[in-house]
């Protein structure tokens, strides 16, 4: 059917091809990286991925909706992995200390901080902490990583020694659908704890569609 113009007359063949060329950006204009993850395991692995554990957020997170989104996410992924996660403030053999961050991928690249297994103890973590800022606009184009989320997770054992830590990076578009907190707390959480406890002091790059089973299964 040839298209009309507001006038009545039929818009030429050339100017419908090259509307459609003009569509194409829009439509593969957002960016969604690879997750990466690093990981840190103590002396004592024989304690992880049994027993009971709780979850902590040592810093506040103003918003609701994306504590609970992280809770769940963490949650669901240490039951699968052979925990037993209790809730309402109950005591546990191990304390799961959960810490996230989104924000200009300039500035969350200088956030590194220091670990605390694996490297001769410490009371240091990875990242600042900083609250997650839901539906945050950095400006830049929609094209290019300008976002970067973060999950870190710290286990310590029933004398508050670390036996695992921890974090997941993934940088995106504003306009990728992994901006939206639900399925970015589960992806993070997916790839933080895949193959988990992973090795010593390693990094590990995993791209979103090889998690796809883990995020279908926890839905």
């Known amino acids: 059917m040839t298209a009309i113009h507001r006038s009545g007359r039929p818009l ?9 060329v003009l569509a194409l950006p829009a439509c593969a204009s957002t960016y969604t990286g690879p997750v990466e993850v690093t990981r840190f395991v103590s002396e004592r692995p024989a304690m992880l991925g049994e027993g009971t554990i709780t979850l902590v957020f040592p810093e506040e997170i103003d918003s609701p909706g994306v504590r609970n989104a992280f809770a769940a996410a963490v949650a669901e992924e240490l039951s699968q992995i052979g925990y037993e996660v209790v809730m309402d403030g109950r005591s546990a053999g191990q304390t799961a200390a959960i810490r996230t961050s989104r924000g200009d991928i300039a500035a969350a690249t ?4 220091p670990v605390s297994v694996g490297v001769g103890g410490g009371t240091g973590t990875f990242g600042s ?8 606009n950095l400006g830049g184009g929609r094209d290019e990583a300008n976002v970067l989320t973060e999950l870190s997770v710290r286990i310590d054992g029933p004398s508050g020694e670390a036996l695992w830590e921890g974090r997941a990076r993934h940088p995106i578009s504003v306009e990728s659908d992994y901006a939206d907190v639900d399925l970015s707390a589960r992806t993070l959480a997916a790839a933080l704890f895949r193959d988990f406890p ?5 990094t590990v790059t995993i791209d979103v569609d090889q998690l796809q089973g883990q995020l279908q299964g926890s839905q």
Do not use: F, S, T
């Open 12 to 20: 030429a063949r050339p100017i419908l091809a090259a509307l459609a």
């Open 110 to 113: 200088e956030r590194r901080g």
């Open 129 to 136: 902490g900083v609250g997650l800022g839901v539906g945050i």
């Open 198 to 202: 992973g090795g010593n002091g390693e």
